[in-house]
């Protein structure tokens, strides 16, 4: 079944302000979200982030990581261009949930990277998928998206499911002691592409 629109309303953020979409997977019961600047039902090309929920890094401000610090980007971007969209999809853990994240991390503790993690707890190293992008994308009326990813499966995932990219916008930002050997996991088994923007 396609991910139901549920409301939207303002958003005043210290970026600036969003309209927030909420939507509903009929199918997992979980909740998405679409942040939208400006008018992006014209027909040019969007600037887009597709952000997977990240509670540690996003919220609580972990250098584990750099999705809290990609998330601020993104909307800074979004807000300096005056038109995009940032879809946050409840996938934590690249869709292992949260408690089996924190699972991961205590195994990256003992020394795994996080790919490792993921699949000596019985997961493929990403579970995250994409299907609903379609359909959010469609209430919105976006046919093609300038993409904040460094990420080249995502822009195929994407694709796969009928969303134009017309472009890859790398998003370079987050790097730090912490965060290093994971960042350098993600380019050399997941296939990121962290060069210079």
Request: aromatic residues 6%; proline residues 5%.
């Amino acid at each position: 079944m396609p991910v139901a629109f549920v409301a939207s309303s303002r958003l005043p953020t210290r970026f600036g302000a969003f309209t927030i979409h909420g939507f509903e997977d009929p199918d997992t019961g979980k909740e998405h979200i679409a942040l939208v600047m400006g008018d992006v039902a014209d027909g040019a090309p969007v600037l887009m982030r597709v952000h997977s929920e990240c509670l540690t890094g996003d919220s609580f401000g972990s250098l584990r990581c750099d999705c809290g610090p990609q998330l601020e980007a993104a909307m800074q971007k979004v807000a300096a261009a005056g038109r995009g969209v940032i879809l946050y999809l409840r996938q934590e853990g690249r869709g292992i949930g949260l408690l089996n994240k924190i699972r991961a991390y205590h195994l990256q503790d003992a020394g795994a990277d996080t790919v490792e993690a993921n699949e000596q707890l019985g997961f493929a190293p990403d579970l995250r998928e994409y299907s609903m992008c379609e359909d959010m994308l469609a209430h919105l009326h976006v046919t093609s998206v300038r993409l904040m990813t460094n990420n080249p499966r995502k822009v195929a995932a994407l694709e796969a499911h009928g969303i134009d990219v017309v472009e890859r916008v790398p998003l370079m930002t987050g790097r730090n002691p912490h965060n290093e050997h994971y960042l350098a996991t993600k380019q050399g088994k997941m296939g990121h592409m962290f060069g210079k923007e």
